[in-house]
């Protein structure tokens, strides 16, 4: 029984002894939190920029904010160039007006934005409707509205072109929008997010963004970037 006991012990001690230097071999070969590559490098998605079409008319060189003046909001952030890229940094509302003539009918107006920091809308671009003004918001009320403000006394959060998209910041969407005698239809990349009949409609804009008629772009507590603006007549 003594012997029993004896080798009973023996094997314990010898199996714990492999558990403890399995242990130790894990982590030891186990990388530090600092070896593990970093896949997300704040580079930019879909950083490729889309040719325009061969009938627009282009808005931004990419170079000087020549055409457009900095839209007079209260509370607006700096506006800034930079590396073919217009900036508008976060401020309680910050955009650009287009100082030049502009149609208001029969006419489609594109651009690529991006949020590259902050919560809300990204591009608000406002433009004409014959006489009225309309505003097409992307990335609004907390982050994710997209609808027109707008329609019949209803914001782009309480019509029927409302919708819910997730954006990410630092990635750049391709926006496109048309005006036509009885209809606006609008796409972010490849979908069309708008589709909307106008005849007998009241089209209006909300008082905020009175400063950029007839035509601009704005950003709400959020810093955006623009390029690629565009205008095409249909």
């Known amino acids: 029984?003594?012997?029993?006991?004896?080798?009973?012990?023996?094997?314990?001690?010898?199996?714990?002894?492999?558990?403890?230097?399995?242990?130790?071999?894990?982590t030891q070969t186990a990388a530090p939190p600092s070896a593990i590559p970093n896949t997300n490098h704040g580079v930019a998605k879909n950083t490729a920029q889309q040719p325009l079409p061969a009938d627009a008319t282009q808005l931004f060189d990419?170079?000087?904010l020549s055409g457009w003046r900095i839209s007079d909001f209260a509370g607006k952030g700096p506006v800034r160039v930079e590396e073919g890229k217009l900036i508008l940094e976060m401020g309680?509302?910050?955009?650009?007006?287009?100082?030049?003539?502009?149609?208001t009918m029969n006419y489609e107006i594109g651009v690529e934005a991006m949020r590259v920091d902050g919560s809300d809308f990204f591009c608000g671009l406002t433009?004409?409707?014959?006489?009225?003004?309309?505003?097409?918001?992307?990335g609004g009320w907390g982050g994710g509205v997209v609808g027109l403000s707008s329609l019949d006394g209803q914001d782009a959060a309480n019509n029927e072109t409302t919708q819910y998209?997730?954006?990410?910041k630092g990635r750049w969407y391709r926006i496109r929008l048309r005006v036509m005698p009885t209809k606006i239809q609008a796409w972010i990349d490849d979908d069309k997010v708008i589709d909307v009949e106008t005849t007998d409609r009241r089209i209006s804009i909300r008082l905020e963004v009175?400063?950029?008629?007839?035509?601009?772009?704005?950003?709400?507590?959020?810093?955006?970037?623009?390029?690629?603006?565009?205008?095409?007549?249909?």
Do not use: H
């Open 210 to 234: 009175e400063e950029s008629r007839p035509l601009g772009f704005a950003s709400w507590s959020t810093t955006a970037a623009l390029r690629n603006i565009y205008l095409r007549k249909l």
């Open 165 to 168: 998209i997730n954006f990410e």
């Open 1 to 26: 029984m003594r012997l029993l006991a004896c080798c009973g012990l023996l094997s314990v001690a010898i199996l714990s002894g492999c558990t403890s230097r399995q242990a130790t071999t894990v």
């Open 62 to 64: 990419g170079k000087t």
């Open 127 to 138: 433009f004409p409707v014959g006489k009225d003004p309309c505003s097409l918001i992307v």
């Open 92 to 103: 309680t509302m910050t955009g650009i007006t287009y100082t030049n003539d502009v149609p």
